[in-house]
């Protein structure tokens, strides 16, 4: 499951109405001063699901009912007990009408067993016998699944937890596909079919999926046949024959353009929007390259039957590693201006390496998530670092840990954590982010060699098993001949992260070079830690490493040194995961970081701290970083030239104006033109700039350029927006979107109303944000015209946020009516003029008849609403 865009929900959530190229996008470091995270009540322990029975084998065969959103099922499932004899079976049924539930001999003779189903989660089936372990047995329901009616969960990173999802069902909603599909990750395909619906089962399956003839189906395995009924409808028959655990199982149903692709003669295949089929080998770059680079990177090949790889509308989540149906959320699908600045090459590598650190090999409970997520994470840094070089792959990974420090000011937990509220609550950045980075860690203490071959031997060792974190330390010390217990105490065990305190002095008389380091953090919630680290020391030509390990509270370490060094970079190869106060450089100490430094993050740390220096050389040295050969160097500097600006400000324009218009890099000109717009007092002299920005290949230096050009020049701005008002791209209509909101002409309404039609899913939250904003400033009557699209998105959207938006806005507009309302009763009853009178009497019909349409959609929304959130608000605005 990639969080995306953890790229999180959450993060949309803040970013996704503001400027394309938002200021939070910078890359600066995090003062995240001490924090202490306790719970106010004792949490329970979350154990692993106990195994009575266990699941081999999943056979369904399903029919969908579209306009009342219900599959019609029958499932036969396969089961043994697991160890101890037993005369009963548990099964997760979330919802479900059952019509019966039969034993199924082996000669195919059904007899009717008893069960008990009071709370229409789970049921409990009397087997009529006891079976030992040593017999498997087979039973058969007959279901209707009815995920609508279901009380709606989920969380920041899968939004809703329903399990299956119908699009547009009754096909009312206008430029939006019908489709069907499924979402099973946590515990939600027990929603769609009976199952044990726990990570450490697994099953073989197979699916029998009934559709109107118009429509392609995708599942798990091949396609074996397919079945014309003669009725309109047709049978395709799936088939998965190796094991996966259940929250994989996966279906979707739709009208796709199929193309065609391979690995090694296995399928490689993506389904996109028919308008969509010449861009579909762009929307998943690389796919049979990165199949070929994993297999021989983990010495394990790819283990499935094929890789199947589509995108859907209004998805919960950004993308999900069904073993061999990869669902992606429509963010992935775009024509080629597109894709320029929206690639999802990162989540398609994420999701592919799901299938050996998941899917392969699975966590036994969420508990042991990081054991998926966080290697799925570091996937996408070693497909990084193969296709692009290092220096990208450790920009990557710096927003990791940028992430991960974020979500440490407010929340620092176990990464393995047996004790938690919910088990949605795993899907955090500590689950993805600071795993990753703690994987690298582990890689860099053992080295390339011993940690691939440790990942063989996890892989090979439990390979279509569950496991839990110890499974991956003994594969790595049966490797390494090391014990690892430490390592993997102190940064799987154990929650938080090293603050060190890093401060430098030179002994000229004895030529020593002294490094004191003190561990900082709140040693009474966070014990030290161990770091094995480097240190370079620079002279005029030479670098001499040093290798230290840090233990205690205090340490000095001393370096026998003639001269005084130019510069010690402690922790050579920036692979820590800490915070650190470095105490040790001066100007010309940053400046050589800067020059000599190979990695990312030398060259970050140089520019940010040069940035504070109100200093020519310090001005100069940035300016010089515009020209570095990798772009994330680039938006760094361009993101550090306030000083610059004020000490060298015709070469610092002249750089960023060539940036803006000629650098290869999309989102490089897009900062440049961002830098222009706001950071310089004569914004308005780069109009020409700004305008020409206006036909750049890429769509985010479209949008940045009109949001610049409406931020230096209203009018301009305004005309310009107006002129792009039918553009299809999400970018340019989110920016048009953040314009209009603060504008009072009742005129852009009608953008609105389009743009809610031409977007959806993620795409339309923009669009909805901004319109609910634009609303408040208008009077009844154009509120009036709005409540028909606020109330459709409040009952239809899948994801709880996009509802809450549309429901909110419905609250506000009822609040500000019913205000006027009582305004308009008191200067009734002091008018006498009986012109005047009359017009009031006709403004209060008319916010009466608003007024009333908003009771109404509040009732509906209401009697439909499952979100205890949404809920809540409703109550709260009475």
Not at 176 to 195: D, H, L, M, R
Request: some cysteine; glycine content about 4%; proline content about 3%.
């Amino acid at each position: 499951m990639k969080n995306q865009l953890i790229v999180a929900v959450s993060s949309m959530l803040l970013l996704a109405s503001c400027s394309i190229l938002n200021k939070t996008e910078k890359i600066e470091e995090v003062d995240l001063g001490e924090i202490t995270v306790k719970p106010d009540n004792p949490l329970e322990y979350q154990p692993s699901e106990t195994r009575v029975n266990d699941l081999i084998h999943t056979k369904l065969d399903v029919k969908f009912d579209w306009p009342n959103a219900h599959l019609y099922g029958r499932a036969n499932l396969t089961l043994k007990p697991h160890f101890l004899p037993t005369d009963s079976l548990w099964l997760d049924a979330k919802g479900f009408e059952i019509k019966e539930i039969n034993l199924v001999a082996k000669n195919g003779a059904e007899t009717s067993l008893s069960y008990s189903y009071t709370d229409n989660m789970r049921v409990r089936i009397n087997l009529g016998k006891t079976y030992t372990r040593n017999d498997t047995y087979q039973i058969a329901m007959t279901y209707i699944a009815k995920p609508n009616e279901l009380e709606e969960g989920g969380s920041a990173a899968i939004t809703s937890d329903k399990g299956l999802y119908f699009i547009n069902p009754n096909g009312e909603e206008a430029n939006k596909p019908k489709q069907i599909w499924t979402q099973g990750e946590t515990e939600a395909s027990s929603c769609w079919f009976p199952t044990i619906d726990a990570p450490n089962e697994k099953m073989t399956q197979e699916i029998y999926m009934t559709v109107d003839t118009q429509y392609v189906t995708l599942s798990n395995g091949l396609l074996l046949f397919q079945t014309e009924n003669g009725d309109g409808t047709r049978t395709d028959y799936w088939k998965q024959k190796l094991p996966h655990a259940p929250y994989l199982a996966m279906m979707a149903v739709g009208e796709f353009a199929v193309v065609r692709d391979s690995w090694r003669n296995i399928g490689v295949n993506y389904y996109v929007e028919p308008k969509f089929e010449e861009h579909a080998k762009e929307i998943f770059p690389h796919t049979p390259e990165m199949l070929e680079f994993y297999s021989k990177k983990l010495g394990v090949d790819y283990p499935w039957e094929k890789y199947d790889q589509i995108v859907v509308r209004d998805y919960v989540s950004g993308a999900m590693e069904n073993t061999t149906g990869v669902i992606f959320g429509e963010f992935a699908q775009g024509d080629h201006r597109y894709l320029i600045d929206n690639s999802a090459e990162d989540v398609v590598s994420h999701e592919l390496f799901h299938h050996w650190f998941g899917d392969l090999v699975t966590c036994e409970s969420w508990s042991n998530l990081p054991l998926n997520e966080s290697f799925a994470t570091y996937g996408e840094y070693l497909w990084r670092e193969y296709k692009d070089g290092k220096m990208w792959a450790d920009y990557h990974i710096a927003q990791d840990l940028m992430s991960y420090l974020r979500e440490s000011k407010r929340k620092q937990v176990d990464m393995i954590r047996y004790y938690f509220d919910n088990k949605e609550d795993m899907f955090d950045s500590h689950s993805y982010a600071k795993g990753g980075r703690i994987l690298h860690m582990l890689r860099n203490n053992l080295g390339d060699e011993v940690f691939f071959e440790g990942l063989r031997v996890y892989l090979e060792d439990n390979k279509y098993q569950a496991v839990e974190i110890h499974q991956l330390r003994l594969a790595m010390e049966k490797v390494s001949g090391q014990d690892l217990n430490w390592f993997f105490n102190q940064w799987f065990l154990a929650s938080g992260h090293p603050v060190l305190d890093i401060s430098y002095a030179y002994d000229e008389d004895l030529g020593l070079q002294f490094v004191t380091v003190e561990q900082t953090q709140n040693l009474k919630s966070i014990p030290l830690y161990r770091l094995p680290v480097a240190i370079d020391i620079y002279h005029e030509n030479t670098i001499t490493r040093h290798e230290i390990e840090v233990t205690k509270e205090r340490q000095i370490f001393e370096f026998k040194s003639a001269t005084k060094p130019i510069l010690v970079n402690f922790d050579a190869d920036k692979y820590l995961l800490c915070e650190k106060i470095d105490h040790k450089k001066n100007l010309r100490s940053w400046v050589t970081l800067y020059e000599r430094g190979t990695l990312f993050e030398d060259k970050k740390e140089a520019i940010l701290a040069l940035s504070t220096e109100n200093d020519t050389l310090a001005a100069r040295t940035i300016i010089q970083a515009l020209d570095d050969r990798f772009w994330g160097i680039k938006e760094v500097a361009i993101y550090s030239l306030e000083n610059a600006i004020n000490l060298l400000p015709n070469l610092t324009k002249e750089r960023l104006v060539a940036l803006a218009q000629f650098d290869e890099k999309s989102s490089v000109r897009a900062a440049a033109i961002d830098v222009l717009a706001t950071d310089f007092k004569g914004g308005n002299d780069f109009r020409f700039i700004f305008n020409n920005g206006l036909n750049d290949s890429s769509y985010v230096v479209v949008a940045t350029s009109l949001y610049a050009l409406y931020e230096t020049n209203k009018e301009e701005g305004l005309a310009a927006a107006e002129r792009m008002e039918q553009s299809d791209n999400i970018d340019i209509i989110s920016i048009i979107s953040e314009i209009y909101a603060g504008e009072t002409d009742a005129k852009y309404q009608t953008f609105y109303e389009a743009a809610m039609t031409r977007t959806s899913g993620f795409d339309r939250y923009g669009v909805l944000a901004g319109y609910a904003d634009f609303i408040k400033g208008q009077n009844a009557l154009y509120m009036g015209k709005s409540v028909e699209t606020f109330k459709n998105s409040a009952l239809i959207e899948n994801a709880w946020w996009m509802r809450i938006v549309a429901t909110n806005a419905i609250l506000e507009m009822n609040k500000s009516i019913n205000s006027n309302l009582n305004k308009l009763d008191k200067k009734i009853d002091n008018t006498v003029d009986e012109t005047a009178l009359s017009n009031l009497k006709e403004d209060k019909n008319n916010h009466q008849k608003v007024a009333n349409k908003l009771q109404e959609a509040i009732t509906e929304i209401k009697a439909k609403e499952t979100n205890t959130r949404i809920l809540e608000a409703i109550e709260k605005a009475k």
